[in-house]
């Protein structure tokens, strides 16, 4: 699974309608949401940082409520934008996941595991763990 890392709000307009995860890197206003909204129609996550998140109105975080949309906390450590302008998802946890997973955990077991071990946030974890491709 990859999440597209969103620095500016330039960038906003150059995305890919189709993406589903976003994490924006930089402190959006209302407008920046709106705009990533009406290009990705299929979003269904926006992360950003524990920083920002307390500066997002009560109306942005209805609208997001209302679209169905997920608002996480948390941050993509050790991504280098200049690199890639997507931070996937590390096979490591992705085979974890798998693993415990096999033991008969929980999805709430695994996200309070890895999000322990300092994997990911525990949010975003419980966000990987409902899609279809690990359930199988």
């Known amino acids: 699974m990859k999440i597209r890392v969103v620095s500016s709000r330039d960038e906003i307009p150059k995305i890919d309608s189709n993406e589903n995860v976003i994490h924006f ?45 997920k608002l996480i906390e948390g941050d993509v450590w ?12 590390p096979p490591a946890v992705v085979d974890k996941i798998k693993e415990l997973k096999s033991e008969g955990k929980s999805n709430e077991d695994i996200a309070d595991k890895l999000s322990r071990e300092g994997k990911m946030n ?7 763990l409902s899609k279809e491709q690990l359930n199988q």
């Open 78 to 89: 050790g991504h280098r934008k200049d690199i890639n302008e997507y931070y996937s998802i």
């Open 122 to 128: 525990k949010e975003m974890l419980k966000y990987v």
């Open 25 to 69: 890197a930089f402190r959006p206003s209302n407008k920046d949401i709106f705009s990533l909204v009406k290009r990705c129609p299929n979003v269904e996550v926006i992360q950003i940082p524990s920083s920002y998140r307390s500066t997002l109105s009560k109306s942005i975080e209805m609208f997001l409520d209302m679209q169905n949309i």
